[in-house]
Nanobody
């Protein structure tokens, strides 16, 4: 059974930084692309960032480009999302997701495994 568990969310002020972590169990992610998505209250879940299996290729939503950085540590079976210069509009539940193929992707339907999410709240 594959499980993804996110952590690192919280309540911060605008301009602050947070680092989200996602640990995967039940499956080695060495050959899997991974991603982060988020869902704000009253909105659909949206793509945030994705990273290829080896970490050499990444892609970001325009809304977070230059502020967020996705990374991974395959030895620890973990994925991270470093978030800087947070804005109130970044408030959402953040989800870690895993593919079963090496190439990154930006669409929910391309991901096979999902975590339960971690809440990020940014106050103004």
């Amino acid at each position: 059974q594959v499980q993804l568990v996110e952590s690192g969310g919280g309540l911060v002020q605008a301009g602050a930084s947070l680092r989200l972590s996602c640990v995967v169990s039940g499956r080695t992610i060495n050959d899997d692309a991974m991603g982060w998505f988020r869902q704000a209250p009253g909105k659909e879940r949206e793509f945030v960032a994705t990273i290829s299996y080896g970490g050499g290729n990444t892609n970001y939503a325009d809304s977070v480009k230059g502020r967020f950085t996705i990374s991974r540590d395959n030895a620890k079976n973990m994925v991270y999302l470093q978030m800087k210069s947070l804005k109130p509009e970044d408030t959402a539940v953040y989800y870690c997701a895993g593919r079963t193929t090496p190439g990154y992707a930006s669409f929910e339907e391309d991901y096979a495994f999902w975590g339960q999410g971690t809440q990020v709240t940014v106050s103004s």
